[in-house]
C-alpha cells in the first residue's frame, strides 16, 4: 500500500468510496443533505490536504481509501484549535475495509502531526455510530473529550471528539 496526495484524476474515485463507505455503512442514507459534502472533493481538495491510500491490483494501483487533514483556523476545519491538526472524513472503500488500512493511513497523519513542531496535537470527531472507529482511534492513542464534542442542533447530532497529543 502506499499513501499520497491526491490528484485531480483521484477526485471521481475519492467522492465515489467517500459516500459508499458512509452509506453502505450503514452511517447515513443516500438522501442525506451531508452526502453531497461527502461528494464534493475539489472543494476539500482546495481547502486541506487531501490523501488517498493505493493498493496494489493485478492492472497497477487502486485507490482504496481517502481522508482530508487540515490545520486549525484553515476552511476545513470544524474541531482543531490552534496548534492542532485534524482529520475528517477518512473513509475505506468497503470492498477494501477489513485489511489495516485505515490504520496505516491515521498512523501516516500522526507521523504528518509530529513532523510539525507548531503542532501540538492531532483531532477528530466522528459520528456517534462509527463505533470501529472510535476503538481504532483509541487503540492509536486518541482519547474522548466529551467536553469538545461537536454538536449540529438542526440535526440534534452528537459527534464524538477524541484528540491525541503529538
Known amino acids: ?71 486549525a483556523g484553515g476552511p476545513m476545519a470544524e474541531v482543531a484549535r490552534e496548534g492542532e491538526m485534524e482529520f475528517r472524513m477518512l473513509a475505506v472503500a468497503p470492498e477494501h475495509q477489513g485489511r489495516g488500512i485505515a490504520r496505516a493511513m491515521v498512523r501516516h497523519i500522526i507521523g504528518l502531526a509530529e513532523s510539525r513542531p507548531e503542532i501540538q496535537a492531532l483531532t477528530l470527531c466522528s459520528l456517534t455510530s462509527m463505533t470501529t472507529a472510535h476503538a481504532l482511534s483509541r487503540s492509536e492513542g486518541f482519547r474522548p473529550m466529551p467536553e469538545r464534542d461537536f454538536f449540529l442542533p438542526e440535526k440534534s447530532a452528537r459527534f464524538p471528539f477524541f484528540l491525541r497529543e503529538v
Open 1 to 71: 500500500m502506499r499513501i499520497r496526495a491526491a490528484t485531480h484524476a483521484d477526485w471521481d474515485r475519492i467522492a465515489e468510496l467517500t459516500v459508499a463507505a458512509y452509506v453502505d455503512g450503514g452511517f447515513l442514507t443516500a438522501g442525506d443533505s451531508y452526502v453531497s459534502h461527502l461528494s464534493d472533493v475539489e472543494t476539500r481538495a482546495r481547502s486541506s490536504q487531501v490523501l488517498v491510500a493505493e493498493v496494489p491490483t493485478d492492472d497497477g494501483a487502486a485507490v482504496a481509501a481517502a481522508v482530508a487533514v487540515t490545520d
